[in-house]
């Protein structure tokens, strides 16, 4: 898994493995912005497969959907 919580690193935000991208900062990038997975992956400089983790991630642990 490349979703990981420390409380050191961006105050315990979920962040993907070895980084300080938050999975917050991606769900809003894809959404919000109407960037692709690849788009997303480019501006992070993570992996795509990354990118889709953390929008599975996202979309598992929010309660309400996300408005774009």
């Known amino acids: ?3 990981v919580r420390k409380k050191e ?3 315990g935000k979920p ?3 070895g980084t300080r991208v938050a999975v917050e900062d991606i769900s809003e990038t894809f959404y919000k912005l109407g ?3 690849k788009e997303v992956s480019n501006d992070f400089n993570i992996t795509k497969e ?3 983790e953390a929008l599975r991630y996202s979309k598992s642990n929010q ?3 996300i408005k774009a």
């Open 1 to 3: 898994m490349a979703i």
């Open 9 to 11: 690193i961006r105050s």
């Open 15 to 17: 962040i993907i493995k």
């Open 35 to 37: 960037r692709s997975v």
């Open 50 to 52: 990354e990118v889709e």
């Open 63 to 65: 309660s309400e959907p």
